[in-house]
């Protein structure tokens, strides 16, 4: 009886594995692969051409603010990787800055963006961001 139960068992696995599915017909209507609503958004990577200096600036919020002597960094960029690389090497304790830094980019959008919403998602604000107004 045993012999009988595994031979079925393994003669409907064999049938089963050996089915060519481009042979099977479906009974039915058939259902159109899904689009996505058409829309306009528009993505822009703003990695590149940030500035950036490592002290609390006064005034550095208004947009004329004249920062061409800070650092020109690209995202993502950790101001005290080299500070904590430092620390464990040296053992010394010293964990380095701990104020506040500022980060600043200028850009334009197209005039086609006028009167259209505009989105900016920051992904790797540490533990407080502060944004100025865009002109």
Request: proline share 3%; glycine share 6%; with cysteine.
């Amino acid at each position: 009886m045993k012999r009988v139960l595994v031979f079925l068992l393994a003669l409907a696995f064999f049938s089963i594995s050996t089915v060519d599915s481009t042979q099977l017909t479906f009974v039915g209507k058939a259902q159109a692969a899904y689009t996505p609503s058409p829309n306009n958004r528009e993505k822009f990577c703003f990695d590149y051409d940030w500035k950036f200096i490592k002290q609390d600036i006064v005034g550095a919020q208004t947009p004329t603010f004249n920062d061409s002597s800070w650092q020109d960094v690209s995202l993502p960029h950790t101001y005290n990787d080299v500070d904590h690389y430092d620390t464990y090497v040296t053992g010394s304790g010293d964990y380095g800055f701990a104020g506040k830094t500022w980060y600043r980019k200028h850009f334009k959008l197209d005039a086609a963006n006028v009167g259209r919403k505009v989105f900016i998602e920051f992904e790797g604000v540490r533990q407080a961001g502060e944004f100025s107004e865009l002109i």
